[in-house]
């Protein structure tokens, strides 16, 4: 029998099922244990301190217990504290980002997934260089300049070296004032040595879902191809930082398993990077299964209510409030409009899920990963999020100026935020507004970078900043950052 111990590097120990199991009875033996409750919450709570504003976090156990909590008043309170830590790091600002496929060829026979290796029907497509650059100048105008590359596992059409010349190619493309300057890469787990490489080709975060945290599920779901190894694929992101990528990307594919079980191992594994590295997660993912090609989202019955999948997001923002949370067109406008409030900061938009979909006019079905819900334009999702009061950012400053890792969870924790990211916040959105936004989004954008101009505390930060907005409105100049 595996022992827990948040400390090992051996999957069975740090993701450990008897202790999810005991888990998974002590939140429901307290889920009505209303002193308990009020007292994780106000353990959680956003403290003053004279660095700034500070957050304790919860444990699994914890969280599990507000998870499992259905007492309307205190679910109530748990939303609420939700989005006050979700404004208290991340202010009103959500960055923008959008996937580009390079290619749908998988060895890998993952059952909830169209790119398996069984599947005869979908179109299977791997982008050349000269595509890729393509794909880059259409997303490129569209206004992205943060990308999500995902592939299949093919050691024989997408090996390593085809994903590092690919990033090359992406971050080469200058097309009028357009760039992308970073590239986060979701790839099959691999080897120490290559996670350097993919660090050294100027990787921002290395996203990789673990679909599912219990070991036997997760051997049935995935039943042939180098994917079926439990133990390698939870153990990737220990090799990840082992290869020099400080800034790691997790998630669940909720529908496959218990929502409660893959809660407790998702805390469980940050708390394990937390522990060996010094630094959890730089973000959460929330996908939930959707129909696809040769698959159909309701031969999984593990599928949770929009109430639910809201509920999970809260406990997360709550128990790990210094990582990012990410929320992708899987999702309808609906479900992403409140997940927002619940302490989601990172959206795609405009995304196409097909191999090669950015150069075609019309969406196209046949190489898709996923039913995109949300279909609207980048435009339509920017000028909709300033309506809803957030400011859409396409910063990527933190980790081009060597903020990862722990030196990121500073800055989240020093109190800095409104002097940093909220500047850099409104000069990307004004970089979008001048080269890239209809003329409603454009005056739309332009009012609310007035008003939250006068949020920066630093007035040297404010001039500058306001300076740096006007040479980008009346000049090709781009690119300022703190
Ligand atoms: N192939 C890579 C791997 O093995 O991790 C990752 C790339 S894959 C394109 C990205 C993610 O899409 C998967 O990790 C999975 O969670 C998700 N996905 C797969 N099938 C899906 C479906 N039918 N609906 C929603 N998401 C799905």
Redo the contacts with the bound molecule.
Sequence with gaps: MTVYNPKSLHAEEFINHQEILDTLEYAWENRHNIPLIERILEKARPKRTAGGVHCAGLTHREASVLLACDLPEQTAQIHRLAEEIKLAFYGNRIVMFAPL?LS?Y?V?G?V????HAQNRHITRKKLTQEEIRQEVIALQDMGHKRLAI????DPVHNPLDYILESLHTIYSVKHKNGAIRRANV????TTVEDYRKLKQAGIGTYI??Q?TYHKQSYEALHPTGP?HNYCYHTQAMDRAMQGGIDDVGL?V?FGLEKYRYEFAGLLMHAEHLEAVYGVGPHTISV??????DD?D?TAFDNGLSDALFEHVIACIRIAVPYTGMIIST?ESQQVRARALRLGISQISGGSRTSVGGYTEAERPHDSE??DVSDQRTLDEVVSWLMEQGHIPSFCTACYREGRTGDRFMSLCKSGQILNCCHPNALMTLEEYLADYATPDTRRIGRALIAQELEKIPNQRVRTLAAQHIEDIRASNRRDFRF
């Design positions: 496929y749908n998988c890998n993952c909830y997934c169209p790119y995902e592939a299949g596992e979701n790839i099959a787990a990789l879902f679909e994917k998630g594919l996908p939930r299964i959707k129909r696809a698959i989202p899987r990963q996923f």
